[in-house]
């Protein structure tokens, strides 16, 4: 997982890899993931398998970040508010937008993310 995360300062800012290892894994520690660093993708559940694709999403240069159908990514979620939670401790700079369906709108009533129309 830590590979992953990493690879995209190594081909894209042209980071060395321990150094973008470093900060992938002080994201993962953030988020108090850092077990799984030396993990690969099949040993991880889906919810650590998102936040991996997350900080992957955060660690590139766009300042746009769009999360579409969270629970399509994660298969036991109950309500946004996890998502959000991990967005907020990882201190994001960016834009993030989470896209969701109308149909799941009665999931979201009353949580700090409803749907917009």
Not at 42 to 64: G, H, P, W
Not at 80 to 88: K, L
Request: aromatic residues 4%.
């Amino acid at each position: 997982m830590l590979e992953n995360i990493a690879l995209i300062k190594e081909v894209h800012e042209h980071m060395p890899t321990k150094k973008a290892q470093e900060e992938a894994k002080e994201q993962l520690k953030k988020i108090e993931l850092e077990s799984i660093s030396l993990n690969r993708l099949n040993q991880c559940d889906t919810y650590e398998v998102f936040c991996v694709s997350l900080i992957r999403a955060l660690m590139t240069k766009e300042m746009n970040v769009i999360i579409v159908s969270p629970f399509h990514l994660i298969d036991n979620l109950r309500d946004i508010e996890t998502v959000v939670a991990t967005i907020q401790k990882l201190e994001v700079k960016k834009n993030i937008l989470i896209l969701d369906t109308v149909s799941n709108e009665i999931h979201y009533k009353g949580s700090s993310c409803n749907i917009v129309k």
